[in-house]
């Protein structure tokens, strides 16, 4: 049985509420598992027809080490590792010799629409995707928050879960997919 895969990182929620409600949306279609990206295995099975990755944006790309520990001291997040992340865990990910479709998503701030422009962690996504044998199927998307804690600009997380039966109707159509 084929099945989707969504893995997250997020500091303050907003990307794993994002997850969850992409996650949602494929499952109309696809039986979808989501995890963290602590969490996330160190080796996709044969099975999953569609990897979607996505967390926010830091300092204009994927949060790293030094951004998260930056988190903690300035906005008190809570992060027990902030050594290891989705930028780490994508460096590592073991994928299906056959390969993998996949799709990114981010989180960013809804502020000054020039930085927003700036922000690159789901274009860094689907660089380190493409580095480890995935195949990117859709194009990222970008999903707002008001502040940098949050919340996220209101219909975000139905804007999610409408992406997310999007990619499942792709899933379904093979047009992304092995």
């Known amino acids: 049985m084929s099945r989707a895969l969504v893995v997250y990182e997020s ?3 907003d990307a794993r509420a994002i997850a969850h409600a992409v996650a949602d949306g494929l499952s ?19 099975d999953v027809r569609l990897l979607v990755v996505g967390g926010p944006n830091h300092a204009l790309g994927m949060p790293r080490p030094t951004t998260r520990e930056g988190a903690v001291k300035q906005y008190g997040a809570v ?13 590592t990910v073991r994928l299906p010799r056959d390969g993998v479709s996949a799709a990114a998503f981010d989180t960013r701030g809804s502020g000054h629409p020039m930085l927003s422009k700036m922000d690159h962690a789901a274009r860094t996504e689907e660089k380190l995707l ?27 997380e139905d804007r999610a879960r409408r992406w997310g039966r999007t990619l ?6 093979s047009s992304v997919g092995r």
């Open 168 to 173: 499942a109707e792709l899933v379904a159509s």
């Open 79 to 91: 992060i027990p590792d902030t050594g290891a992340g989705l930028h780490e865990w994508l460096e």
């Open 28 to 46: 109309t279609s696809v039986q979808t598992d989501v995890v963290s990206a602590s969490e996330a295995p160190a080796e996709i099975d044969g």
């Open 130 to 156: 493409h580095r480890a044998g995935a195949q990117v199927g859709a194009p990222a998307e970008h999903f707002f928050v008001a502040d940098t804690k949050g919340p996220l600009v209101e219909g975000e």
């Open 11 to 13: 500091v303050f929620g």
